[in-house]
């Protein structure tokens, strides 16, 4: 090897480790901070994976609680707070204060019920729509169930409107919801005799594209 190539060799190792010396540091900052980042993120993610099975086990003694008609099974509900689970276990605790003839808790339990998922949403307001209707306040019921979509909902929606006297459009809800369901759906049996009450006839079912 020449002289020259050692020389060469001999000054890029001594660049190399002046880099270091001057940069050393931010190096191993950086590093160290991927890796309390990592970490960081490994204990959130077990911790959410433990609070997931936390609120899961609740959910499930709630609704054993129930179940049961165990007393402190309105306590246990409240204590899910918001969210999926508390808003799932309300729906079933206002079930059975429906079969206990309890309509008026029942009714409070799913007002007080606060979900962001459109869906449960929904079954919320249709089912605490049918208790106000019975309970002489379809006008309230009305409110819940005016942009309905679904056709359980815009039948929910025709029996407030029926309610009320409003005859034309408790027909247009009915037919509505007729068109939206099967020849072969059992609700669409019930539906008819509906729309025959108020003066309507059988509408087609909506053709499916």
Known sequence: MAIDDLLDEHEQSERVLQWLRNNGAGLIGGIALGLAAIGGW???????EQQGMENASHYQAALDAIASKDKQAEAKVKALGGGT????????????QVDAKQ????I??????????????QIVNQRLARLLIEAKQADAA????NNAASPSAIEVRGDA???????????ASYSQAMTKLDVASPQRRL????????????AKPEAKS
């Open 108 to 121: 409070a339990t799913l007002r007080g019920i606060k979900v962001e998922d459109p869906a449960i949403a």
């Open 85 to 96: 689970y508390g808003a799932l276990a309300s729906l079933e605790l206002a079930r059975m």
């Open 142 to 145: 009305l409110k819940l169930v």
């Open 161 to 171: 409107q029926f309610a009320l006297g409003q005859l034309e459009q408790a027909r």
């Open 191 to 202: 539906l008819e005799l509906k729309l025959t009450e108020v003066g309507g006839t059988s």
């Open 103 to 106: 309509n008026d808790a029942a």
């Open 42 to 48: 490994k204990w959130w993610e077990h911790r959410g």
